[in-house]
């Protein structure tokens, strides 16, 4: 799920429901870096979306590798059949 650029520039407001001591601490370490809690929760969630983002990639990547291995597998065996009955 991707944003078009046109849309990026738009914004939404979530709500989101958290246990009291989670919302306390995320005001504390936005306090802490001196942004605001929901500029906080917006950059948590975007690194966390970044590394979902690359784990999808990385998941991608190995299955192509697999099926890559497998279909040069599978021609290393036709070319041996074919030089064998030569």
Known sequence: MHANIADSTKTRT?????PALLAAEVTEFAGFLGVDPSEYMRRAIEEKNERMMAERIVAASRALRAQTAAAAE???GAVADGLAGS
Do not use: E
């Open 74 to 76: 599978s021609l290393d």
């Open 14 to 18: 979530l709500s989101v429901r958290a």
